[in-house]
């Protein structure tokens, strides 16, 4: 069996330490702490009031108004991540039958579940889904996003592993 090799040539981030690689990784070596107050939504009725969310984030500075209604905000940070890599690799210049998608993530577009779940029960008449709810939320969205935005038509899909996806989805691309 001969040996093969798997390299990593570059990355995209949007996370708590930064919305950009040089802004991570110059936080991550500063070691400043991702956690601060939670700012997503009112969490004065929980007893942990600080979590790890994306800063400074701004969708205007990625999406078209129009667009964004697409795209539940896990998918946002996966186009921008996605788009940072491809930008630094040059690989959208490549024989894009040969490229494909292997996105991982511990679970899909909760913030789409939520609020659709939210409008279910206001009760307020027919109860009604949005036509976007499921395309919305399905963790292999993005990974679908990504391969149409660059036109890249190798193997497509998600992983859902919990906390262990990221390996999984490495191991995948390494097979």
Known sequence: ??????????????????????????????????????????????????????KNYDSNLYFDRKEVRKYDLFTQYALIAA??????????????????VIWSSGIGGLKTFFDECLGYAAGDGPPRFSPFFIPRMIADIAAGYISIKYGFMGPNYCIVSACASSNHGMIDAFN
């Not at 070596?29 to 009725?45: C, L, N, Q, W």
């Not at 788009?83 to 494909?100: F, N, P, R, W």
């Open 1 to 54: 069996m001969t040996e093969r090799r798997v390299v990593v040539t570059v990355i995209g981030a949007i996370n708590p330490l930064g919305n950009n690689i040089e802004e991570y990784f110059s936080n991550l070596e500063k070691g400043v702490s991702g956690a601060a107050p939670i700012t997503h939504f009112d969490a004065e009725k929980f007893k942990t009031k600080f979590a790890c969310e994306v």
């Open 83 to 100: 788009t940072q890599a491809v930008e630094y690799s040059a690989l959208d210049k490549e024989d894009l039958e040969q490229i494909g």
